[in-house]
């Protein structure tokens, strides 16, 4: 045995003599391969798109918590919800942006406090007198007649925004803990032409220093992208700090999400493709206003297409028509932006994808049994206004009308970062290397190459060989010199809370050589089951017991590996792949709802669901 003596006597020694130990070289051997590791080693999970009482339509209809409670929450504490509910996460979020929405932001908390600057405004003392009356409906449509009106009554005073946009910036610097929780700064650009939605979530990278040197964009600025991108733009010089756009709900958009030509009518040139790929890299692809993968009749070979689907219109009473759907959903997108590439040499839609709620409650909750609703109203209740209040298609008839029932209880954002910080989390989102889910926090990893074997898949040192040897979700992989097609190698694991895993598939896009684009589905991991032609044997299983509001994992499984080579690959062809995970079905909220409270669930409601990943593509590029 060493003695204390003996050991510092070694030490001594070393330091005497260390001059003549030899260095170390870049080339000599090392003990921990860690130190010189780079790529990204860790998933983290959170909500990119929250809003609060600072939002007008969250406070102004019932929403009392503020940015404060919203990260509390996040961080995992017990929060009381504005109905009065005790609310708790299962598991903390490991990082959160509060995204309330630049029109009239800050509106209900200020007029809470009666904000001496607010109350010197008509419109601030037409909203005091029908709150002090006690009729919040009255200020409610006094608040929503300003905004369709497209003029910002308080426009003139500049001042209210500051004390409300500081506000939301000091809540997340107070709760930004770098390397535990992450704090982004953002807002929500809420473009609405005539009630069609083109919102968009503007995340900043940095923190509340320079971010106070701007006041956010809005709808009363301009319902225009090309405007917000102009402005982000100067916004990254004026605060010094970087920036990206989020779209999300191109499926209530009628159509204009992913149109043809600009918003003003104009045809696309490179200009606009270039802005859109810079400052837009990412999609909000699943929330709870429905899924925006892809649409039945857009994918009728897609088994799996008809999921959460919204698609009778769009926010207001105008109603959807066939040949808008094709405009609306991402995969759609994500095939006519490689024709655009092959044209231009810029692909506008060249975009990964996320997940996150859109949640009016201050309370970012995805769980089907852990669900507030959209908004303060619709929060847990045995009320019928939980199933039955009309949440889409408002002022419309029985064929545009999207019930709560229908609200989905999506989504959230996984993102690949060495580190939990902003700058990490942006950085990742920023390079595409992030991937969406409905809910559940599954693992997912996804290398394409042309050097992969399917022995890989088990290796101890799957990632670093992935990222040495191919490229992860959201690059781009250059064709191969020697023709081979592309190989991958999938890695899924279940939310360790959650269901077995059902499959793992691979979507694949491409442009024909006439200009048309197709698509196919493959599904690459059955697990247990056999792969027949690219599809798993036999129906999707199914535990879930409605009558309890219970499953079990005797199917499935807990991890899913898939190694895959294109058999259909042309290497003329310009293609995107993506991994969508299927797990097996669990009950939904509604079935939750039915058991907590007794309550009849709608005919046309599901009973179960089946949760999905959906990661960034993947793009070859001849």
């Known amino acids: 045995m060493f003695r204390f003596a003996s050991v510092l006597t070694i030490l001594l020694a070393f330091c005497a003599h260390a001059e003549d130990i030899p260095s170390t070289q870049p080339g000599d051997r090392q003990y921990s391969p860690y130190p010189r590791q780079s790529f990204p080693n860790q998933v983290f999970f959170g909500d990119t798109?929250?809003?609060?009482?600072?939002?007008?339509?969250?406070?102004?209809?019932?929403?009392?918590?503020?940015?404060?409670?919203?990260?509390?929450?996040a961080k995992g504490e017990v929060v009381i919800s504005s109905t009065g509910v005790e609310a708790r996460l299962r598991r903390p979020l490991d990082f959160l942006v509060v995204a309330d929405h630049a029109?009239?932001?800050?509106?209900?908390?200020?007029?809470?406090?009666?904000?001496?600057?607010?109350?010197?405004?008509?419109f601030g003392q037409q909203l005091n007198a029908a709150v002090e009356a006690g009729d919040p409906a009255g200020a409610w449509s006094i608040w929503s007649a300003a905004k369709s009106s497209g003029t910002d009554p308080l426009a003139d005073y500049q001042e209210i925004y500051?004390?409300?946009?500081?506000?939301?910036?000091?809540?997340?610097?107070?709760?930004?803990q770098p390397g535990l929780f992450s704090a982004l700064i953002g807002f929500e650009w809420t473009s609405n032409p005539q009630r069609n939605n083109l919102h968009r979530n503007v995340i900043f990278n940095g923190g509340k220093e320079g971010a106070d040197k701007i006041i956010p964009?809005?709808?009363?600025?301009?319902?225009?992208?090309?405007?917000?991108?102009?402005?982000?733009?100067?916004?990254?010089?004026?605060?010094?700090?970087?920036?990206l756009a989020i779209p999300h709900n191109g499926n209530l958009s009628n159509g204009l999400m992913f149109d043809e030509a600009r918003l003003s009518g104009e045809p696309f040139d490179v200009g606009y493709f270039d802005q859109r790929a810079k400052w837009e890299p990412i999609y909000e692809i699943t929330q709870m206003k429905g899924d925006g993968e892809t649409h039945p009749m857009l994918s009728p070979d897609d088994e799996f297409a008809d999921f959460e689907t919204w698609d009778k219109g769009q926010l207001g009473p105008e109603p959807k028509t066939p040949e808008m759907l094709p405009r609306e959903y991402a995969r759609a997108a994500l095939r006519r932006g490689l024709g655009y590439e092959a044209e231009t040499g810029t692909n506008p839609?060249?975009?990964?994808v996320i997940g996150s709620t859109d949640a009016h409650t201050s309370l970012s909750t995805v769980g089907e049994d852990n669900f507030f609703g959209k908004v303060a109203a619709v929060e847990p209740t045995a009320?019928?206004?939980?199933f039955e209040e009309v949440v889409g298609g408002i002022g419309g008839d029985e064929k545009v009308a999207q019930y709560a029932w229908q609200t989905s209880a999506s989504g959230m954002a996984a993102v690949w970062a060495r580190e939990n910080t902003r700058e990490a989390i942006w950085?990742?989102?920023?390079?595409?290397?992030v991937y969406a889910t409905t809910g559940p926090r599954m693992r997912v990893r996804v290398f394409a190459g042309y050097d992969f074997e399917e022995t890989d898949l088990p290796r101890a040192d799957f990632a670093a060989y992935?990222?040495?040897?191919?490229?992860?979700?959201?690059?781009?992989l250059q064709a191969d010199n020697d023709g081979r097609s592309p190989r991958f190698l999938v890695r899924a694991l279940r939310d360790p809370d959650g269901a077995n895993l059902d499959r793992i598939q691979i979507v694949k896009g491409w442009l024909n050589s006439d200009g048309t684009t197709s698509e196919r589905v493959y599904d690459i991991s059955c697990g247990e089951r056999e792969l027949v032609n690219a599809k798993c044997s036999g129906p999707v299983g199914d535990t879930v017991d409605v009558e309890s509001a219970t499953w079990t994992n005797d199917i499935g499984q807990a991890i899913l590996a898939g190694y895959w080579e294109d058999p259909d690959y042309d290497p003329e062809q310009s293609s995107f792949y993506y991994v969508r995970v299927l797990a097996i079905p669990t009950p939904r909220w509604t079935t939750y709802d039915a058991i907590v409270f007794g309550s009849e669930i709608p005919d046309e409601a599901p009973r179960s669901i089946q949760e999905r990943a959906y990661t960034s593509p993947i793009w070859h590029t001849p």
């Not at 904000?115 to 405004?121: G, N, P």
């Not at 500051?162 to 930004?176: I, L, M």
């Not at 950085?427 to 290397?433: G, V």
């Open 162 to 176: 500051e004390t409300a946009w500081s506000s939301v910036t000091a809540a997340a610097e107070t709760h930004n």
């Open 383 to 386: 009320d019928p206004i939980r």
């Open 217 to 243: 964009f809005s709808n009363f600025d301009s319902f225009d992208p090309e405007d917000l991108w102009v402005w982000m733009e100067q916004a990254e010089k004026t605060t010094g700090q970087k920036l």
């Open 349 to 352: 839609f060249k975009f990964g």
């Open 49 to 73: 798109h929250l809003h609060t009482s600072y939002s007008a339509d969250a406070g102004m209809i019932g929403n009392v918590l503020g940015p404060d409670e919203a990260y509390r929450f």
């Open 466 to 476: 992935g990222y040495e040897r191919g490229v992860p979700m959201g690059a781009d």
């Open 427 to 433: 950085d990742a989102l920023a390079r595409k290397e």
């Open 103 to 122: 029109e009239n932001l800050g509106l209900a908390p200020l007029l809470a406090a009666k904000d001496a600057t607010l109350l010197t405004t008509e």
